[in-house]
Nanobody
Framework: QVQLVESGGGLVQAGGSLRLSCAAS????????MGWFRQAPGKEREFVAAIGWTTYYADSVKGRFTISRDNAKNTVYLQMNSLEPEDTAVYYC?????????????????????WGQGTQVTVSS
């Protein structure tokens, strides 16, 4: 069983930055595809970014957000710059037990095996 713990959320003004972290338990973190999703009130959970053999981004965050990982620390990060009020949501970290490069598969929540509890990001205008 893998546990994921997100941190780094908070309240920020539009145009500001935040860096989310997701710490994973387990000894095979480097073999996981890791993803970030978000869910705003009244909306479905949506893909934000993922990192497998390469990185993937939703069009809405491309050029503003950067996903990265530190396998020595079992941690994946989401650096969020130029934040907009539309980025307000609960952000979830997810892990797939397989490392792959698949532009479709990384965007599907049901493909992931483990989820964190989420961290709130609020961007004020």
């Amino acid at each position: 069983q893998v546990q994921l713990v997100e941190s780094g959320g908070g309240l920020v003004q539009a145009g500001g930055s935040l860096r989310l972290s997701c710490a994973a338990s387990g000894r095979t973190f480097s073999a996981y595809t890791m993803g970030w999703f978000r869910q705003a009130p009244g909306k479905e959970r949506e893909f934000v970014a993922a990192i497998g053999w390469t990185t993937y981004y939703a069009d809405s965050v491309k050029g503003r957000f950067t996903i990265s990982r530190d396998n020595a620390k079992n941690t994946v990060y989401l650096q969020m710059n130029s934040l907009e009020p539309e980025d307000t949501a609960v952000y979830y970290c997810a892990a797939d037990r397989e490392l792959y490069s698949d532009n479709y598969r990384v965007r599907v929540p049901s493909e992931y095996d483990y989820w964190g509890q989420g961290t709130q990001v609020t961007v004020s205008s």
